[in-house]
Nanobody, 124 residues
């Protein structure tokens, strides 16, 4: 069982930056595909980015070039560096994880089985 806890959300002005963290426990991140999602009220959860067990990354077009996903296996932590934030980036952000052996590929659209509780990001 993987437990995920996000932190780092908050309020920022447009053009600013935030770094979200997601601390994992119960399993080593070196064997996980991990991702970030976001959700606004009344909408479905939207995939943003993913990082595979080997550090390879993938992004959806709306955040490519502005957001960077990474993980520190020594700290068992996933990160999302968000630069050039826009009002439309306002959402609740969730991290997610999947055991690498349970999936074929690691992409933002992967069927993740473990989820954090979310952290709010507000851009004004």
């Amino acid at each position: 069982q993987v437990q995920l806890v996000e932190s780092g959300g908050g309020s920022v002005q447009a053009g600013g930056a935030l770094r979200l963290s997601c601390a994992a426990s119960g399993y080593t991140t070196s064997n996980l595909c991990m991702g970030w999602f976001r959700q606004t009220p009344g909408n479905e959860r939207e995939p943003i980015a993913a990082v595979d067990f080997d550090g390879s990354t993938s992004y959806v077009d709306s955040v490519k070039g502005r957001f960077t996903v990474s993980k520190d296996n020594a700290k068992n932590t996933l990160y999302l560096q968000m630069n050039g934030l826009k009002a439309e980036d306002t959402a609740t952000y969730y991290c997610a994880a999947a055991n690498r052996w349970s999936i074929l590929v690691c992409t933002p659209g992967t069927n993740f089985g473990y989820w954090g509780q979310g952290t709010q990001v507000t851009v004004s």
